[in-house]
């Protein structure tokens, strides 16, 4: 800038409107990943207008957004040119996306969690160093750590935590209490009050609270713009989860819900009576995360829209349906018998027609029929035993 030129923008704008094209700025939406070398935004350029510009709005690009790191940025071997050029002294919110060991700690590792002498305390698989070192950031206000991808570790770290928590001195005593669907909060009172560190699988957990949001908009029929919601969902967030927990969501609104989806139904029940009542739902919470992560793991996306498909059929499938009997399957009006886990229960067959399609495999129900006209059995099966 030529010197005989003032900057009006610095001499004559107050400070506070200045503050205010900064926020305007330097705001996004996305969490922010730090480099060494790429320019990145051109919204970040006004840091490089001059000294005075660059003081002034670097605090509040801090403030303003979730800044990406990993694990691998506090290890202690790792070379500061592999770090992400955080300003420790400025950084408010991280979220921590990859929460493994180091490529040099991890030569350390000599497998089912335990670790060799060399490796930093930060990449102990304890995870004690890990969430020290966030401790010590002076301006820090909340760490969200990512473990969808290290369920392992995070696991290992979660069992450490409750078994050795009563162990440690009173000044250092930590817990994970679970907040919500695969989301854990780090409390202890070696923890500062104005710091929250939240463990989460962000992909489930958002997933979650998206469809939960929607409330009684939707039905076993889905919602307005399924498929245009599920394939954004599918780009933004993972393109695995969103069917699976779809059909989660969808199985709730139909009467076979607690056939379906037996240990699910329990549990989430479970964790709304514990809410009614006022109560911690921790617990509940807890084993509504394992049985929902367990059935994740069971079906592929595939099976899961396939399944949810055959669910509506099954229930578009009525005495008045336009269908032809190919396509209706059979017609049952006897008893219904369901077996889960060897439990046998009866419901008699009331004067309205049920229509089964033929063949139907609904979660880890199946639909069968000895004959034309005759009774239908529900039997429960694992999924590594055959359907009957």
Known sequence: MDEETPCYFLTRLPGELRALIYEHVLAFERPLKLRQVVAGSPNTGILRANRQVHNEALPLLYDLNNIMVTRND????????????????????????????????????????????????VCQPTAVGFINALSELPRLQSVVVDYHFHQSEFGYMKDVIKRNGMLEPLRRNRSLQCTGLGQWRLQGTSISDKLSITFADVALNTLWTIFSSFGNQLSIYGIPNEPQILEGLREDINRDLPDKLFFIHCARKCVLWPVVFEKIAETWKAVDDAKAEGRDASEELEALTNEVLRFCRRHTAEDARMQLQLLRLRVRCQINDPLSKSQRGYLVRTSVKVKRLGKVIQKRGSAKFQVYPAGITLGRTCVDHSQHGASCKLVYSPKQESYH
């Open 74 to 121: 506090f290890c202690h071997y790792t070379d500061y040119d592999l770090q992400t050029p955080l300003r420790r002294d400025q950084v408010r919110h991280l979220l921590v996306k990859n929460f493994s060991q180091s490529i040099k700690c991890s030569s350390y590792s000599g497998g089912n969690h335990m670790y060799l002498a060399g490796c930093c305390e």
